[in-house]
Each structure stands twice: as C-alpha cells, then as structure tokens.
C-alpha cells in the first residue's frame, strides 16, 4: 500500500503515546477501545463503499468518521500490516477492500446466538492477551443478538482488549488462516520444542484449538518433508503467504484424522495405545457425566467403583489429565503409562514430604 503519510510526520502527543503503548492507566485502556472502535469505523466504510473499483477517497473516510486525514492513513497502515486486512490502492487518497475478505451476512436464531456468547465466555477464559480479530467478530456478532446477550458479549470482548495485544502473533495466524481459506500455500519459519527452527512450505488442511494447552495448532501438508505435519501457531516464527495455490484432498477428513488424539496429536504419526484407568466412587459420577473421548467404554464395578478404557494416539497427552485426578485414579493399563504417572506421583509426594 502507498500514498501514506512519510513515518518522520509529526505526530500529536496523543498519538504518540497510543504507538508507543504507554502504560497510562486509565487513559490506556480507553485508548486502546478508541483505537478499536476508530479500526471498526474504518473497515465497515471500506467495506460498504470501497469494496469496488474506485474504493473510497481519504477525505470521505475522515468526514465519516470525524478523524484528521492523518489519523486515517495511520489506521489504513495498521489494518493492513497488524490485522493483514487486503486493502488496495485505486488512485491517488483513494483506498478499497477486497469483498471475498469478507463473508456474507448470517442470520441467527436466538438459541444459535446464545452459542456464539458461550464461545465467546470460552475465548475470555481462554485469552492471555488481546486479539482485535476476535474482538472485531464478536462485536459484529452482537449487533445480531437481543439486548441483554448483547450487552455480555461486548462486556466480555472489551475485557479481552483490555489484555497486552500481541501484533506478531496476529499477523502470523492471519497469514496461516488466510492460506487455509484461500487454498495458497504458506511459508513458515517454524521453532520446535528442541533444536533449531527451520523453514518449510506448508499447505494448510485445519486450523485446530487445543483447550488444555490454550493453543492453536496449523496441520496440513508438508512440502519440504513431503509428509503431514502438525505445527503449534505460537511457535511459527514467520508466515508468508505466497501465490502457489493448492486444494485440500477429497479423502482428508478432519475428524478421522484426529480420532484417537486426546489433544492435538495423530495416530498418523504417534501409534495409538488403549489405556484402562480405574477410579474411585467418590468421583466415579464425575468421570460418568461426561464424554472425554470417541472411543470410551465405562464399565461399572461392584464396590461403586468405575474403569474407563479408550484409545488415543500416545500416552503423553492424556499424562496430564490422569495426574488432575490426584490419588482418586490408578492406572491400569499400559504398563508405560502406569510407571510415568506413578513416577510423577511419588516426585511431586517427595516435595511436601
């Protein structure tokens, strides 16, 4: 994008002090939902009247808004390089959106609505730190909702952006994401757990949450190891999205792929193994009230107690889980299993002893 004001522009103080994020409590966190709101004014005009040929001319987008020309180049800069909106150039001060950026409008009924608040209580729960694309769906969203599921869902979305933003990280999943939709593969420059990062062409097949671990998980296609591979987004260094375009094979089927995960992991990569645990009565309830896994089989004892048996890929995932059960469950089956939980067990009994 060109034609913006030079970056050795004078700015006014207030503005300086929103780039440079200073921690000026209260006034930050109302600049912060200024900001917000400014990019949210700022992306429905280019949407509604910039979406064709001609785009929209700077001077209108200032008047609509009630901004200065120079706060609104600033904005155009900011959705297209920390939100990767697709903004274009249509002449001289003129600026537009690409329209597929966009999907159509939904029409929802209450009760799919009231789903979308309880995702977005389990997007509060789950951030750490403030995403404007989370914010921004959301906030579309509520506009669809009656009043008082409306009020929550901008209650709870104004408690995410008041959390630490995390620019690199959001133009490295809008990167992934957009491969993802638009069928173009994506080069990553990838840091595992151990050694060295490396970089790899991928083309992507899911975008995956992973609960426990607050995480989001990139599988797809591995160009350069010519294999499925699956990658943690907070562990992409860089993402760059190119022009190869790529198509998703007919037989990939998401939930199969995943059908032995506990978490994230694949049977494809990590052999399956079938674990027995048993549990006491105290929480046998507990465990029977809820489906863990696809494969589960429950199985009621005599005395109250209760032994669950499934089949996951690996025992490392579910180790955790095991553990969150405390002296409450026993493993019974694999016998691998058995000896790492018991391991932890006596490790972590050996720190109050």
């Known amino acids: 994008m060109t034609d913006r004001l030079p970056d050795d522009d ?23 939902r200024d900001r ?11 949407y509604s009247r910039g979406s064709g040929e001609q785009g929209v001319a700077v001077d209108d987008i200032a008047r609509l808004t009630g901004m200065n020309k120079r706060t609104v180049y600033r904005d155009l800069r900011a959705l297209e390089e920390e939100l990767a909106v697709p903004i274009f150039q249509a002449g001289r001060g003129r600026y537009g959106i690409e329209r597929k950026y966009f999907l159509p409008p939904l029409q929802l009924t209450v009760p799919e609505g009231i789903v979308l ?80 990062p490396r970089r790899t062409r991928v083309r992507p097949y899911l975008l995956e949450p992973f609960a426990a671990g607050r995480s989001i998980y990139l599988i797809g296609h591995d160009e350069t190891a010519e294999a499925m591979r699956t990658y943690k987004i907070e562990r992409i260094r860089q993402a760059t999205l190119t022009l190869d375009r790529y198509e998703i094979p007919d037989d990939f089927d998401p939930d199969q792929f995943l ?8 049977s494809d990569t990590t052999p399956p193994v ?5 549990f006491d009565a ?3 309830r507990r465990v029977r009230e809820t489906i863990w896994h696809r494969s589960q089989v429950l199985t009621e004892l005599p005395d109250g ?12 995932e579910i180790r955790p889980w095991i553990l969150s059960w ?19 067990l006596r490790g972590a009994a050996g720190r109050y002893a």
């Open 259 to 266: 059908a032995n995960s506990w978490g994230i992991w694949s």
């Open 305 to 316: 107690r209760l032994e669950l048996a499934l089949r996951v890929a690996g025992i490392i």
């Open 36 to 46: 917000l709101a400014r990019l949210l004014s700022v992306i429905t005009i280019l």
């Open 282 to 284: 105290g929480v046998a």
């Open 10 to 32: 004078p700015l006014d103080p207030l503005d300086d002090a929103e780039d440079l994020s200073l921690d000026l409590e209260p006034q930050a966190t109302g600049r912060k």
């Open 326 to 344: 405390g002296d409450q469950v026993e493993v019974l089956e694999p016998p691998e299993l058995r000896v790492v939980v018991a391991t932890a």
């Open 117 to 196: 608040f309880l995702a977005s209580r389990l997007i509060a729960q789950w951030s750490d730190e403030s995403d404007q694309a989370v914010i921004s769906a959301f906030t579309k969203i509520a506009s669809e909702l009656p009043q008082p599921i409306a009020r929550h869902v901008t209650a709870t979305m104004l408690a995410v952006g008041e959390q630490d933003s995390n620019e690199p990280f959001t133009a490295i999943f809008n990167s992934v994401a957009r491969g993802w939709a638009e069928g173009r593969v994506v080069e990553i420059t990838y840091e595992p757990g151990t050694g060295e």
């Open 274 to 278: 079938d674990v027995r645990l048993r």
